[in-house]
Structure formats: structure tokens, C-alpha cells
């Protein structure tokens, strides 16, 4: 099992609030990350569209998954908090929704920091596309990690 399989898999159980909402992790790389959010009658919205509060949380466990990719050597060891997140909706969301996210430095660049100053802050990039492979939200989330405690 490779150390990104690793992450993948503690993903999955990590975050209740993403598990119960029904994301799923697919992969999980150096500074990337796939994830999918089937819609239901529990994630939709009055006009039977992804509700904007499903999408977010599609897209912010994507972001974390792809932070926690580009730290795999050390991240069991450290402490991430998303800091801030801003998303844009291009479009109605309907049926099942994959958010492609990437890290706005490479892993490497991102160890370095953490090794000079024992923490780190950085954007993740995540575009949350349809079946039909248009873009239906565009979000950033800056994580800021740091050493537990």
C-alpha cells in the first residue's frame, strides 16, 4: 500500500461531516486529489439541483486530500485547518459531481517550508465538474499547517 492509498483510505473516516454527506475519495497523489459526491434527495436543493452546502463540501475534502498528498511524508504529524474558502457556482449541478483538486506549490517546495519554519500556508485550487465534464464550481482553500501540538 503506497503512502497515498494510506491517506486515501483514513480519509474515508477522517472527516465524519464529509462521510455523512456522502463524498467519496478516488485518488489522492503529491499535491492532487479526486473526489465524487453522488446526488440524492439528502444533497439536493429546492429547485432539485446539488445543494451549494453538498458542493462545498465536496470541494473542501477534496482540497484536503490533495494538501494531505503533497505533505504524505510527515501529515500524520501535523496539524491542517482549512483557513479560508472561496467558491464560485458556473453553473446548476445536477447528478453525480467530481471535484479535481491541486496544491498551488508542489509537495516539495511545501516540505521545505515546514521544515524552515514549522509550518506552512497554501491555496488548493479544486474545479468541481458534471458528467458531462463542465465546470459547475471553481473554488480555493487555503490550509495553514503546522506541527501538532
Known amino acids: 500500500m503506497t503512502p497515498y492509498d494510506m491517506i486515501k483510505s483514513h480519509l474515508d473516516t477522517a472527516v465524519p461531516f464529509a462521510t455523512y454527506v456522502g463524498v467519496k475519495i ?20 429546492h429547485i432539485q439541483s446539488m ?5 462545498f463540501t465536496l470541494g473542501e ?17 501535523m496539524r491542517p485547518v482549512a483557513a479560508t474558502g472561496q467558491i464560485a457556482f458556473k453553473k446548476v449541478a445536477v447528478g453525480t459531481l467530481t471535484a ?15 521544515k524552515d519554519d514549522g509550518k506552512v500556508a497554501f491555496d488548493v485550487l479544486v474545479d468541481v465538474r ?3 465534464g463542465d465546470t459547475v464550481v471553481e473554488m480555493t482553500v487555503n490550509w495553514y499547517v503546522s506541527a501538532n501540538r
Open 130 to 132: 458534471d458528467s458531462s
Open 26 to 45: 478516488l485518488e489522492v497523489g503529491d499535491g492532487v486529489a479526486r473526489a465524487e459526491l453522488s446526488q440524492r434527495p439528502e444533497v439536493s436543493n
Open 100 to 114: 479535481h483538486a491541486k496544491t498551488s506549490k508542489d509537495g516539495a517546495h511545501l516540505m521545505q517550508a515546514l
Open 51 to 55: 445543494h451549494a452546502g453538498a458542493m
Open 61 to 77: 475534502a477534496a482540497s484536503g486530500a490533495a494538501m494531505a498528498g503533497a505533505l504524505a511524508p510527515v501529515i500524520l504529524g
